[in-house]
C-alpha cells in the first residue's frame, strides 16, 4: 500500500482492510471521494459510483496513487436498474463487496423559500430514494440485516450517511 496517509490510517492496524472492497455512491469528488481516498489509504480497494464518468475516471486516477485497485463505474442513484448493475459489476470486478457507502447527495444552494418543488424533489430522490436503492442492491449480495449483529464474523456497512451506519452480515466467502 502506497500513497498518501488518512485520519484512517491512525485508528486501524495497519492493512487490516487488505483484501476487502468498498463501494462508495458520490465517490467521485467531495466528502464521498474524501471517504474513498480514507478506504483506500489502509488497503481496501474501492469502486466510485457517480454519473459522470469522466469525473470518475479522475478521481480514480488519484485513488490508484494508494497501490488499490480502483473502479470508477457510472450510475445514477435514483435509477434502481442502473445502481444494482454498478454494484454487481464493482462485486464481480474485486471479487467481493464488503463496505457500502450511500453518500450521494443532491443540493441546490436556494433557501428553503425559493427552492422550486421540483428542486427540492430531485434533492429527495438522489437523497432518501438513493440511499435506499444503494442499500436495496447492495443487500442482493450479502444476508438479510441480522436482528443482533454481534458477532465474530466479518460484517458489510451500509452507510446511508457517514454518521449513520448499520452492520449486516456478510455472506461466507469459499475458502475451495
Given at each position: 500500500m502506497t500513497g498518501p496517509t488518512s485520519a484512517l490510517s491512525?485508528?486501524?492496524?495497519p492493512g487490516l482492510p487488505?483484501?476487502?472492497?468498498?463501494?462508495?455512491?458520490?465517490?467521485?469528488?467531495?466528502?464521498?471521494?474524501?471517504?474513498?481516498h480514507g478506504l483506500a489509504s489502509v488497503g481496501a480497494d474501492v469502486a466510485i459510483c457517480g454519473r459522470?464518468?469522466?469525473?470518475?475516471?479522475?478521481?480514480?486516477?488519484q485513488l490508484r496513487d494508494h497501490g488499490v485497485r480502483?473502479?470508477?463505474?457510472?450510475?445514477?442513484?435514483?435509477?434502481?436498474?442502473?445502481?444494482?448493475?454498478?454494484?454487481?459489476?464493482?462485486?464481480?470486478?474485486?471479487?467481493?463487496?464488503?463496505?457500502v457507502v450511500a453518500g450521494?447527495?443532491?443540493?441546490?444552494?436556494?433557501?428553503?423559500?425559493?427552492i422550486s418543488a421540483n428542486g427540492f424533489r430531485t434533492v429527495v430522490d438522489i437523497d432518501l430514494l438513493g440511499s435506499f436503492n444503494t442499500a436495496r442492491a447492495a443487500f442482493d449480495t450479502c444476508e438479510p440485516l441480522a436482528a443482533?449483529?454481534?458477532?465474530?464474523?466479518?460484517?458489510?456497512?451500509i452507510?446511508?450517511?457517514?454518521?449513520?451506519?448499520?452492520?449486516?452480515r456478510r455472506r461466507p466467502v469459499s475458502t475451495t
Amino acid at each position: 500500500m502506497t500513497g498518501p496517509t488518512s485520519a484512517l490510517s491512525g485508528l486501524l492496524s495497519p492493512g487490516l482492510p487488505a483484501g476487502t472492497a468498498a463501494f462508495v455512491t458520490g465517490g467521485g469528488s467531495g466528502i464521498n471521494l474524501a471517504i474513498a481516498h480514507g478506504l483506500a489509504s489502509v488497503g481496501a480497494d474501492v469502486a466510485i459510483c457517480g454519473r459522470s464518468q469522466e469525473k470518475l475516471d479522475a478521481a480514480a486516477s488519484q485513488l490508484r496513487d494508494h497501490g488499490v485497485r480502483v473502479a470508477p463505474v457510472a450510475a445514477d442513484v435514483r435509477d434502481d436498474k442502473s445502481l444494482a448493475q454498478a454494484i454487481d459489476t464493482a462485486a464481480e470486478t474485486f471479487g467481493r463487496l464488503d463496505t457500502v457507502v450511500a453518500g450521494a447527495a443532491g443540493n441546490f444552494f436556494a433557501s428553503a423559500e425559493t427552492i422550486s418543488a421540483n428542486g427540492f424533489r430531485t434533492v429527495v430522490d438522489i437523497d432518501l430514494l438513493g440511499s435506499f436503492n444503494t442499500a436495496r442492491a447492495a443487500f442482493d449480495t450479502c444476508e438479510p440485516l441480522a436482528a443482533a449483529s454481534f458477532s465474530s464474523r466479518p460484517v458489510r456497512h451500509i452507510c446511508p450517511s457517514p454518521t449513520n451506519l448499520r452492520s449486516v452480515r456478510r455472506r461466507p466467502v469459499s475458502t475451495t
